[in-house]
Structures are given as structure tokens and as C-alpha cells.
């Protein structure tokens, strides 16, 4: 009966991926499907999917950071923003690109990844309609700048903070051994989309001159309403910096700002919360119990542990090994419950042998972080970014997204691969 399960889960996981790609049915459908037939079958119970797979903590940030965005966004300060950006680069959209990029891969490493892009995006559409420019390279770009960027601290990216829990690594420890190649990373990227999107990338000139005679401050029409939620959104960036130190989880900071946003400026819960990305909502949730059931029959185990046979011990061979298969496993499903599940391994695997498991962990690290640029369901912010344009009546297809984006994640893990053997092993 083991064995049954155990290909069945992977046959059920297959089939809900292969309709995700195919894009005939919402892929919030085909995921909440998936998941549910996991517990019909019995591979997991309901009652473990809510207390064990669901990652509420994801999915009450998200839901937190989306009424903060959908009540700052009346105050009309995203305009402002787009404005202030096309003046700073003349309009000219191979400088926009970049500097979007690089603002969002900052913004990604001192928050996290979710946080940044439901911030940008929405300046970044803003600036695309003015521009009457396809928005399509600045979000795919936005996408992969936050996972590099998120890759790079302790609090940008949820198996960061988990791999530095486990493993005692402090921030300074991340931002010291990842930073310098996270940065390297992100250069090529820009510069690699820069290339590919060279022909979209052209904006007409009366279009550019009209955008640079706009005043950024004519764009705030609700002043008192841009103060309230400047203060709130300033309150809960420092919350996310210090919910280790008081020991809550980013979800709880995040609906606490969300509450207090609401309270102080009486918006109409009704109205805001017609704004959520409920389809992304629900898409994660079905994902998590897609993968609970992976998890449940001894899937994701057993890939773990025919990881760490393969290097017999040896650190190098490891460190590799995991970065290449945390990558190409991060594409394809959640880095959360992989992250958690290799940790353990890696732990005993250091005990038996001995071996320094400290080059390990920022393979494992850069691996299922930068492996999230594979696909469209790859990472979170995918996911949140592709919920949002849709909204907006931009299509980013799982083909589409993938055939840029799972190159240029390859490129990544090459020089991530490069990077980790000369600086520790060379």
C-alpha cells in the first residue's frame, strides 16, 4: 500500500503540473484540485494539511501586505513614484528597467520578496501606462530581481530564516557569504534581459516628454491619507526587521498593520477586501497540500535521501550536489517544505560523518532560493506578481515565464556553482 501511495502522489503532482502548464484551466483550480485528491485518496489527512502543510504565516503576509498596499495605493503615492522614477531615468526604458530591478532586489534582501513586489508592482503598471510600453520585461524582471535579492539576507527569503535557525547563522553571517554573489548574479540578469527584451524595450518620444513634464507631487491627492499609511507601512517594515527579536511570525506583523491601516483610516473592509488576490491565495493553499501529500508518502524523503547517498560524505561533493538539486527541485515545488525537510538531513548526515556542513548550508541556501527564477510557481512572488497582472489583463504564461526565466536560473546556479567551489573549497 506504501508503494501505491508513494506513485500515486507522484502521478497526481505530475498531472496537476502538467495542467498548470498547459493553461486550459486557472491554475488556482488545477492546484486546489490536485490538493484535495491528495486527501481523498488518504495520503494526508485534513486535519494534517491545516496544522502541518498550509503555511498560514505565507499566506496571512500576503493577504497582511495586500489591504496595506490596496489602501496606501488611494492616497495616489504609487503615481508618484512612477513619475519620480521616469524623471530620474529621462524615460528611457533600458534605465527604468534596470533601476526597478535594482530596487526591487534591495528592497527584497532588508524585507522580503512578497512585501517588495506587491509594493512595486503597482508603481510599475503605473509607469508602463503612462509610458504606453508593455509592462511584461519590467515585472518578469521584478520577479527574478526579488528572488536574487531576497537570497541575500537572513530575512529575504522564509528557508533563509530557517536555514539560519537551524544552523546558528546570524544576518551579518548571511549578508557576508551571499550578498557579493547575489549581487554578481543580479548584474548578469539585468544585463541578460536587458539583451533579450531589446526590441520591446522602446518607448515613442512624445510619450517619454509627456511622462517627464508630470510634477510627482500633483499625482497625491489625499495627503492625510498618504501620511496615515506611510506611518503604518514605516511601522510594519520595522516589525519585519524585529519580529525575530520579539518572536512573532511576519504574518502577525503584517495583519497588524493591516488592522491599524483600516482603523485609522476608516476605509470600508468590504471594498479593500474585494482588492485581495484571493485566486492567489487559494492557489498556494491547494500548492501547499499538493506538496503536503509529497511529503506524506515519503517523497521529498526519499529524494533527500538519495541526494546525500550519492556524495558518501564528502562536503564538496555535497555542497554541489545540494545546490543543484535544491534549484532544480525549488522550480517545481515549494523551497518551504524541501528546505525543512533537507535540514534534518543534513544535520544527521554532519553528525555521522563529521564533515563541516557550513559551505552545505549556503548551497542550500542559494540553491532553493534562486531556484524559485525556474518557474512561474516557483517562489511566492511568481505567483503573487502573475495573480497580480492578470487582475490588470497582462498574461505572464507558465511557457512564456518559463522559457526565459529557467535559463537565466541556470545561469545563476552556474556562477552560484563557481562562486562556492572557489571561495570554500578551492
Same mark, same amino acid.
Given at each position: 500500500?506504501?508503494? #501505491?501511495?508513494?506513485? =500515486? @502522489?507522484? $502521478?497526481?503532482?505530475?498531472? &496537476?503540473? *502538467? +495542467?498548470? !502548464?498547459?493553461?486550459?484551466?486557472h491554475r488556482m483550480v488545477v492546484a486546489m484540485t490536485g490538493g484535495?485528491?491528495?486527501?481523498?485518496?488518504?495520503?494526508?489527512?485534513?486535519?494534517?494539511?491545516?496544522?502541518?502543510?498550509?503555511?498560514?504565516?505565507?499566506?496571512?503576509?500576503?493577504?497582511?501586505?495586500?489591504?496595506?498596499?490596496?489602501?496606501?495605493?488611494?492616497?495616489?503615492?504609487?503615481?508618484?513614484?512612477?513619475?519620480?522614477?521616469?524623471?530620474?531615468?529621462?524615460?528611457?526604458?533600458?534605465?527604468?528597467?534596470?533601476?526597478?530591478?535594482? #530596487?526591487?532586489?534591495? =528592497? @527584497?534582501? $532588508?524585507?522580503?520578496?512578497? &512585501?517588495? *513586489? +506587491?509594493? !512595486?508592482?503597482?508603481?510599475?503598471?503605473?509607469?508602463?501606462?503612462?509610458?504606453?510600453?508593455?509592462?511584461?520585461?519590467?515585472?518578469?524582471?521584478?520577479?527574478?530581481?526579488?528572488?536574487?535579492?531576497?537570497?541575500?539576507?537572513?530575512?529575504?527569503?522564509?528557508?533563509?530564516?530557517?536555514?539560519?535557525?537551524?544552523?546558528?547563522?546570524?544576518?551579518?553571517?548571511?549578508?557576508?557569504?551571499?550578498?557579493?554573489?547575489?549581487?554578481?548574479?543580479?548584474?548578469?540578469?539585468?544585463?541578460?534581459?536587458?539583451?533579450?527584451?531589446?526590441?520591446?524595450?522602446?518607448?515613442?518620444?512624445?510619450?517619454? $516628454?509627456?511622462?517627464?513634464?508630470?510634477?510627482?507631487?500633483?499625482?497625491?491627492?489625499?495627503?492625510?491619507?498618504?501620511?496615515?499609511?506611510?506611518?503604518?507601512?514605516?511601522?510594519?517594515?520595522?516589525?519585519?526587521?524585529?519580529?525575530?527579536?520579539?518572536?512573532?511570525?511576519?504574518?502577525?506583523?503584517?495583519?497588524?498593520?493591516?488592522?491599524?491601516?483600516?482603523?485609522?483610516?476608516?476605509?470600508?473592509?468590504?471594498?479593500?477586501?474585494?482588492?485581495?488576490?484571493?485566486?492567489?491565495?487559494?492557489?498556494?493553499?491547494?500548492?501547499?497540500?499538493?506538496?503536503?501529500?509529497?511529503?506524506?508518502?515519503?517523497?521529498?524523503?526519499?529524494?533527500?535521501?538519495?541526494? $546525500?547517498?550519492?556524495?558518501?560524505?564528502?562536503?564538496?561533493?555535497?555542497?554541489?550536489?545540494?545546490?543543484?538539486?535544491?534549484?532544480?527541485?525549488?522550480?517545481?515545488?515549494?523551497?518551504?517544505?524541501?528546505?525543512?525537510?533537507?535540514?534534518?538531513?543534513?544535520?544527521?548526515?554532519?553528525?555521522?560523518?563529521?564533515?563541516?556542513?557550513?559551505?552545505?548550508?549556503?548551497?542550500?541556501?542559494?540553491?532553493?532560493?534562486?531556484?524559485?527564477?525556474?518557474?512561474?510557481?516557483?517562489?511566492?512572488?511568481?505567483?503573487?506578481?502573475?495573480?497580480?497582472?492578470?487582475?490588470?489583463?497582462?498574461?505572464?504564461?507558465?511557457?512564456?515565464?518559463?522559457?526565459?526565466?529557467?535559463?537565466?536560473?541556470?545561469?545563476?546556479?552556474?556562477?552560484?556553482?563557481?562562486?562556492?567551489?572557489?571561495?570554500?573549497?578551492?
Amino acid at each position: 500500500m506504501h508503494d #501505491i501511495a508513494f506513485y =500515486a @502522489s507522484i $502521478l497526481i503532482f505530475t498531472l &496537476t503540473y *502538467v +495542467l498548470i !502548464i498547459w493553461e486550459k484551466f486557472h491554475r488556482m483550480v488545477v492546484a486546489m484540485t490536485g490538493g484535495i485528491v491528495m486527501m481523498l485518496l488518504g495520503f494526508l489527512s485534513q486535519e494534517t494539511a491545516l496544522k502541518d502543510d498550509i503555511d498560514f504565516n505565507t499566506l496571512g503576509l500576503l493577504i497582511g501586505m495586500m489591504i496595506l498596499v490596496t489602501i496606501t495605493r488611494r492616497s495616489g503615492v504609487f503615481e508618484a513614484v512612477a513619475i519620480w522614477s521616469a524623471h530620474v531615468t529621462k524615460g528611457h526604458p533600458f534605465r527604468l528597467l534596470a533601476l526597478l530591478s535594482g #530596487i526591487t532586489a534591495s =528592497a @527584497s534582501a $532588508l524585507l522580503d520578496n512578497v &512585501t517588495t *513586489v +506587491l509594493l !512595486i508592482v503597482p508603481v510599475t503598471l503605473t509607469l508602463t501606462d503612462k509610458l504606453q510600453i508593455n509592462p511584461l520585461p519590467f515585472l518578469i524582471s521584478e520577479i527574478l530581481a526579488s528572488n536574487i535579492g531576497g537570497t541575500a539576507t537572513l530575512i529575504g527569503d522564509p528557508p533563509n530564516i530557517m536555514i539560519g535557525s537551524a544552523a546558528g547563522l546570524s544576518f551579518n553571517a548571511f549578508a557576508y557569504h551571499l550578498a557579493p554573489i547575489c549581487i554578481l548574479i543580479l548584474l548578469v540578469t539585468i544585463a541578460l534581459l536587458l539583451f533579450f527584451y531589446r526590441k520591446d524595450l522602446q518607448v515613442e518620444e512624445e510619450d517619454r $516628454l509627456s511622462v517627464l513634464q508630470l510634477n510627482y507631487q500633483d499625482a497625491i491627492h489625499d495627503q492625510a491619507l498618504l501620511k496615515k499609511s506611510l506611518f503604518v507601512l514605516a511601522l510594519t517594515i520595522l516589525g519585519f526587521t524585529l519580529h525575530g527579536f520579539f518572536h512573532l511570525e511576519s504574518a502577525t506583523v503584517a495583519l497588524a498593520g493591516a488592522m491599524l491601516l483600516l482603523l485609522i483610516s476608516k476605509a470600508e473592509p468590504e471594498e479593500i477586501l474585494l482588492h485581495i488576490e484571493w485566486p492567489t491565495i487559494f492557489f498556494f493553499t491547494g500548492l501547499f497540500v499538493l506538496v503536503g501529500g509529497l511529503k506524506a508518502t515519503g517523497v521529498i524523503k526519499a529524494i533527500a535521501y538519495w541526494a $546525500l547517498a550519492l556524495t558518501q560524505g564528502q562536503v564538496m561533493e555535497t555542497s554541489l550536489l545540494v545546490l543543484w538539486l535544491s534549484a532544480i527541485a525549488s522550480a517545481f515545488i515549494d523551497n518551504i517544505p524541501f528546505v525543512a525537510t533537507m535540514i534534518p538531513m543534513l544535520q544527521e548526515m554532519g553528525q555521522l560523518s563529521g564533515m563541516n556542513l557550513e559551505p552545505v548550508w549556503w548551497s542550500l541556501a542559494l540553491g532553493a532560493c534562486l531556484g524559485g527564477n525556474g518557474t512561474l510557481i516557483g517562489a511566492s512572488a511568481n505567483v503573487v506578481v502573475a495573480g497580480i497582472a492578470e487582475k490588470n489583463g497582462i498574461a505572464i504564461t507558465f511557457r512564456g515565464f518559463f522559457k526565459l526565466a529557467f535559463p537565466l536560473m541556470l545561469v545563476s546556479i552556474v556562477l552560484s556553482h563557481i562562486y562556492v567551489y572557489f571561495r570554500y573549497f578551492f
